[in-house]
């Protein structure tokens, strides 16, 4: 044997021819059993360290590979690889030599001693000979069946052979069981050590015995046989390689197609998205030509404000400079007023010159007078001049300010004509950028790209073809070894079956026994009760005459002591005590269930849910209850089997019971302490984990539950008395599996665990189960015909490391700390797993060990001959068959996988045993200092209290806020039917101001003309009156002037007259005559009468003006109001045009979305050849599809054609049946472009100044032609 590979060796792979530096040794996630990962020194492996998403190593890609420890040679420093130390069994050599056009010779067989000096004999040649198709490891049959050596033989025998040159029909692969195995990404095929045809040869040595010949001959018919099957195989080859041909022809039709799927999917995807970016560009361009538009909108609502603005301004304007003509004439009237006083005041002075003395004081109170009139005249008029000069200041502010709003208005305008122009040219850019894209795509779908892609895809696809023709082969082999399999197999169910009709007699002998039992027993029970009344009668009669007795004696007789049955007695009143407590217990029962249900009705359904609270309370009660069910089954399995009393000798295993039944027992109590042992872990975790593990392990309680009925079923047989050496146990090995399976899914790595519980159960389970490998190796003894060869030392191995083993049990139980309540041991993570593998391995010998005595015992008793006993070669097959069906992949022979296994136990055992003694004082010491952990019940009882005490609050502020909450609603009631109110009033009031704006323009227009022609005859009338007032002023001027020469004549009168009666009349009157002096200018004071009289006409024309312009007002009202209201038109829907514009839109979307979602036909479910012919129907389909959208199209735009001809006045020819347009109609209908029919000459005269002469296109219909004739004609 070689030394076990460390990490970090140099080892090469014999198969391969490779060399690597191992760097993992373990357990993989991708298959069972210890794995070795390599990082080879060539690319020639198969991954980078990493399976299936796994890393167990790091190197560099395809320098990476997985392989069994037997697949690989460890080397030295040099390279070279290191010496083997041989086993004590032997094996048979073989070489294989290639020599072209040889045929084989068949040659003798050399003895050779082994190391021990043993020598061949004829019979052990011949059982290494008939066993040879086995392999020491334990590996699977191959493709020839030959090439194997079996591991139990004890000479070696070497005998080179002669290959003849193999037929190129025949396969030239041959697989092991240890490559075998085939993983996505990860196939390790070993090279060929044996090819099938080829004969097996011995060195010539001397006849020395009549046995080797014998020998000789037999291997001559062997090799016969198997060149038969070699042939027979070669004709099974041929036609797998025919039907392989066909698989190749069809997955290559079926990689063309994917080719094509995927070419096709392709070329979808790519139009899908450039599609969705035109689709996203073209809503972009959309976005900004709404923009645009919009923008382009309110710069018109802008300028149409900004016009009505300026109209007002302007208007201002007007009536500015009329305010101000009117004031400049009233300017103008003051000053000739002013004028005329300073006339009269000059002659005034003249006159007050020229008076004397005498009048000095009269003349100085009239000027006084006239100065303090002329004054206030000069104050009003002042003060008018100062009203005029703000007013016309005023006027010429906002003259200004609207100037300058004009000009922000129109560089606003110019602004919003700049970007309006930027926008279109970005909408054009756009929509060129569009057509370039679609051009773009269109021709992106080239060649080029789909070239490069194809090649690349048929570059991988050859390599994929390479890998699957690799993996074909190597199912092919694994196709025949099944087959191979299968035959053994109905071997194995004929056996079976045998067994199962042996077992039925039984069962019939055993049923015909129990009859026969039940049927004695009844007899048995009705001389009972005979014997019962008998004795009753007797005890009647004894009573009777110790009656009399005392009767005729007169004496009292001492009683005789009554004959009672203690027996019965206490039966009875045990019974009559255990009925009344059944009652009481039933009574208590009940009532918990009551009290229980009361108690759930008052918990909110959170806590009844799956996975809530309630669960987690019922796990926390299945646990301990399977633990307490499993103790009941370990006590009466022990009380129904017991010890074995006789020595184990082929009398007491062929005819007796106790040793079968004995095994039964250690193997039943095995899987009860296994399950026992999680269970264990289970209530120590659930009762220190925290309140969200427990909510989660409580969501599993259903499944947990399942599990409990497994133990049920095992209580049930023993209530019923049916629990014997035949039950089967495999739901309790399931029950333990998935208890150990779902402990890290729950509870997860970290997990602690109770390590004096966990060896305390292991202890135990390991126990029992030794006791049952020391008992099957002592049968397995007793069976054998000679206490010689493997299997004898097997079993002796078997039981002295049993024997140690109980020992180290034993030493784990006294070196447990005494103390029940410590948990905490300071283990390692790692021992609960190792424990667990121990478990693992103690089963599978178990398994072993007592299928071999099963069928060493079926094997005897089908012999007949229970006395000789079975051979070792014979126990040894039986040994091998086993330990290929109960170790699988790991099976190495049954000597040395269960010697592994049992090692593998006392090691973990041992080490465990070892940490124990030398850590006591820590163990105890540590355990002092735990810490004691609130069970997660309590702290979720906790938290459920916490809730409901803050549920009340929170109810008492929830029922305030649904309070507020209805109140509010009520409020949103309020509010929504008051907004709904306000909105149809608000539409009804925009309808109105709709109509009222519309009335109002018209009736705008209509004040504006007639205030146009109100000013125009104001304007005459003005003017008359001017030329009125001219005549009257000259008029008046010539009065004046008239006025001045009769004051001149006055003068020169009234100086006269004076100085002739001032001579006439004394000094005592000249003071009557000065009085009188004031008359004498009579006539100046004229002139400011004719003033006020010009002033009085002029309030007159104005007022009367106002009277006229408010009579006109009042005129036109009244007409308006005697006026019909304008008619309102309601928009009453066209179910016609609605239901065309309907169809075409739904037309249109099923055009497009047949075009953006293309079908295809399945390819995957298309039979091989019908490729071609399934396209084809594809395309017809689509051409279909064309055509049916086409006269979809059709049909639509005549119905579209047929709805204009309707509507059209002259357009339609009725008939009977059907409406038939004008040609005139067809004709324009027909037209694309539009039709030149005349022009219209306007004189340049009608032209406005600005504006030049020009032609002008307009695009008219038929009513806005005849309207312009008309108006034409009109003119």
């Known amino acids: 044997m070689a030394e076990p590979l460390k990490i970090g060796q140099r080892v090469e792979v014999s198969a391969k021819g490779v060399q690597g530096t191992v760097a993992f040794i373990g357990k993989t996630g991708f298959a069972q059993g210890t794995w070795i990962g390599l990082i080879l020194d060539v690319p020639k492996g198969k991954n980078n360290g990493s399976v299936k998403g796994q890393e167990y190593f790091k190197c560099e890609e395809n320098h990476g590979m997985f392989v069994k420890e037997n697949q690989v040679v460890a080397l030295d420093e040099h390279g070279k690889p290191l010496p083997i130390r041989e086993p004590p069994p032997s094996k048979i050599a073989r070489s294989r030599q290639s020599m072209p056009n040889m045929k084989p010779k068949i040659t003798t067989v050399r003895r050779k001693t082994s190391p021990q000096g043993s020598t061949l004999s ?208 009233e300017l103008d009237v003051c000053r000739e007023k002013l004028e005329e006083v300073t006339l009269d005041l000059e002659i005034l002075k003249a006159e007050m010159q020229e008076k004397g003395t005498s009048i000095s004081s009269a003349q100085e109170q009239l000027s006084a007078y006239e100065l303090k009139q002329l004054h206030q005249q000069n104050a009003r008029l002042r003060e008018t001049v100062v009203r005029l000069r703000d007013l016309s200041a005023h006027e010429k502010h906002e003259y200004q300010k609207l100037l300058k709003d004009i000009d922000q208005k129109k560089s606003e305008i110019t602004e919003l004509g700049k970007t309006k122009e930027k926008l279109s040219t970005r909408v054009e850019e756009m929509e060129q950028m569009i057509s370039d894209l679609q051009e773009q795509v269109d021709a992106a779908l080239g060649a080029e790209e789909m070239v490069v892609i194809l090649s ?14 690799e993996e074909v082969s190597d199912l092919e082999v694994l196709q025949d070894m099944n087959d191979q399999l299968v035959d053994s197999n109905a071997e194995l169910e004929a056996d079976l079956r045998e067994e199962l009709d042996m077992a039925q007699a039984a069962t019939r002998e055993a049923l015909r026994d129990r009859d026969a039992a039940l049927e004695t027993i009844a007899d048995r029970e009705q001389t009972i009760s005979k014997f019962r009344q008998l004795v009753h009668q007797l005890q009647e009669q004894s009573l009777d005459l110790q009656h009399r007795l005392e009767n005729e004696t007169s004496k009292p007789v001492s009683a005789l002591p009554e004959i009672i049955d203690f027996k019965k007695m206490f039966t009875e009143t045990k019974a009559h005590i255990k009925a009344i407590d059944l009652e009481l217990r039933r009574i208590d029962v009940t009532q918990l269930q009551q009290h229980i249900k009361f108690l759930s009705s008052y918990m909110p359904d959170s806590f009844m849910t799956r996975g809530g609270d309630h669960d987690a309370v019922l796990v926390i009660l299945l646990i301990p209850r399977m633990i307490q069910k499993l103790e009941i089954v370990l006590g009466q399995v022990k009380d129904k089997f017991g010890a074995i009393e006789k020595k184990v000798d082929m009398n007491a295993v062929m005819k007796g019971h106790s040793i079968n039944q004995y095994t039964f027992k250690c193997r039943i109590s095995f899987y009860v302490y296994a399950i026992q042992i999680i269970l264990h872990q289970y209530y120590y975790v659930l ?106 030392l097997l079993c002796q191995h078997v039981v002295t490391s049993s024997e140690t083993l109980l020992q180290q049990l034993k030493l784990i139980k006294r070196r447990l700390p005494m103390d029940t309540n410590i948990s905490n041991l300071g283990l390692n993570k790692e021992v609960h797993e190792n424990l667990f593998q121990c478990y693992q391995h103690a089963l599978k010998v178990s398994k072993t060990l007592n299928d071999v005595v099963r069928t060493t015992i079926q094997t005897l008793v089908a012999s007949g001959d229970t006395e000789q006993g079975v051979t070792p070669d014979k126990v040894k097959d039986i040994a091998i068959n086993a330990s290929e069906k109960f170790y699988e992949q790991d099976d190495l022979g049954p000597v040395q996988s269960i010697k592994n296994s049992l090692n593998f136990i006392l090691t973990q055992i041992t080490q465990l045993a070892q940490y124990l003694q030398d850590n006591e004082y820590e163990i105890t ?48 009631k309020e ?86 009666f001032s001579k006439g009349i004394p000094g005592t009157q000249l003071p009557s005559l000065q009085s009188v002096g004031p008359t004498l200018p009579a006539v100046v004071k004229d002139s400011p009468l004719l003033m006020q009289e010009i002033d009085s006409l002029r309030k007159v024309f104005h007022q009367e003006r106002n009277q006229r312009i408010k009579l006109e007002n009042q005129k036109l009202k009244d007409m308006l109001d005697s006026m019909k209201p304008l008619p309102t038109f309601k928009s009453t829907p066209d179910s016609v045009l609605e239901g065309l514009f309907k169809q075409g839109a739904a037309l249109q979307q099923e ?124 003119k």
Request: charged share 35%.
């Open 122 to 329: 004829a019979s052990s040649s011949r059982m290494s000979l008939a066993s040879s198709r086995h392999s020491l490891a334990g590996s699977r049959q191959s493709l020839s069946g030959s090439r194997q050596s079996l591991s139990g033989s004890r000479t070696h025998l070497e005998s080179p052979t002669v290959d003849k040159q193999p037929d190129p029909n025949e396969s030239q692969s041959q697989v092991p069981k240890r490559a075998s195995f085939v993983e996505t990404g990860f196939v390790e095929t070993l090279k060929p050590q044996f090819t099938p045809g080829q004969a097996m040869t011995t060195a010539p040595t001397p006849v020395t015995s009549m046995d080797e010949k014998i020998s000789n001959l037999q291997l001559q018919q062997e090799l016969e046989n198997r060149s038969q099957q070699i042939v027979d195989l070669g004709e099974k080859l041929e036609t797998l390689k025919i039907k392989r041909q066909e698989d190749k022809e069809r997955l290559k039709n079926y990689e063309k197609l994917t080719i094509q799927l995927e070419q096709l999917v392709e070329f979808k995807s790519k139009i899908m998205s450039s599609q969705a970016m035109l689709q996203r560009e073209l809503q972009k361009a959309k976005q900004d030509a709404k923009e645009a538009i919009e923008a382009k909108e309110t710069h018109a609502e802008e300028v149409a404000d900004l016009a009505e603005a300026v109209e007002m301004a302007t208007l201002d304007k007007e009536m500015a400079e009329e305010k101000a003509e009117t004031l400049q004439l």
């Open 1151 to 1274: 055009i497009l979305m047949n075009l953006a979602k293309p079908t295809f036909p399945s390819i995957y479910k298309l039979k091989p050849g019908n490729g071609p012919a399934a396209w084809k129907r594809h395309f017809a389909e689509e051409q279909n599809k064309l055509l049916a959208f086409n006269k979809a199209k059709e049909e639509f735009q005549a119905k579209v054609a047929a709805e204009i001809v309707k509507r059209k006045v002259g357009g339609k020819v009725e008939a009977d049946l059907a409406t038939f347009p004008t040609k005139e109609m067809t004709k324009a209908l027909n037209e694309s472009k539009p039709v030149n029919v005349g022009f219209v000459k306007i004189s340049k005269e009608l032209l406005p100044p600005s504006e030049n002469p020009k032609i002008v296109n307009l695009d008219l219909d038929f009513d806005s032609m005849q309207k312009i004739l008309r108006t034409l004609v009109a």
């Open 456 to 469: 690349d895809q048929k570059l991988t696809l050859e390599e994929k073809v390479a890998k699957l023709q």
């Open 687 to 792: 009762n220190t984990c925290k309140p969200e593990i427990l909510l989660k392990v409580g969501a599993t309680y259903p499944e947990m539950a399942g599990q409990e009925k497994i133990i049920d079923d095992f209580i049930e047989l023993l209530k019923r008395d049916q629990l014997d050496e035949n039950i089967s146990m495999e739901t309790l090995e399931k029950c333990v599996n998935y208890f150990n399976t779902l402990f890290p899914v729950l509870f997860g790595p970290d997990a602690k665990l109770n390590h004096m519980q966990l060896l305390t159960d292991n202890a135990k389970c390991l126990t029992t189960l030794t006791d049952s490998f020391i008992v099957d190796s002592a049968v397995i003894k007793c069976l054998m015909e000679s206490s010689k060869g493997d299997m004898e």
């Open 975 to 1060: 509010k929504q039917e008051h907004l709904s109110e306000m909105t149809i009033r608000k539409e009804l009031a925009e309808k109105k101001l709709g109509n009222v704006n519309k009335d109002y323009e018209l009736t705008i227009e209509k004040l504006q003309r007639k205030l146009e022609e109100a000013h125009n005859n104001y304007k005459k009338k003005e003017k008359e009156f001017e030329e009125t007032l001219d005549h009257l002023q000259t008029d008046i001027d010539s009065l004046e002037s008239e006025k001045g020469e009769m004051k001149e004549k006055l003068k020169v009168m009234s100086k006269k007259a004076a100085m002739e």
């Open 925 to 972: 010491t540590a355990s002092k200092n735990e810490e004691k952990t609130v069970p997660p019940i309590k702290v979720r009882a906790d938290a459920v209290k916490k809730e409901l005490e803050q549920t009340k609050t929170l109810t008492s502020k929830l029922e305030n806020k649904e309070s507020d909450i209805k109140e509010l609603k009520k409020l949103v």
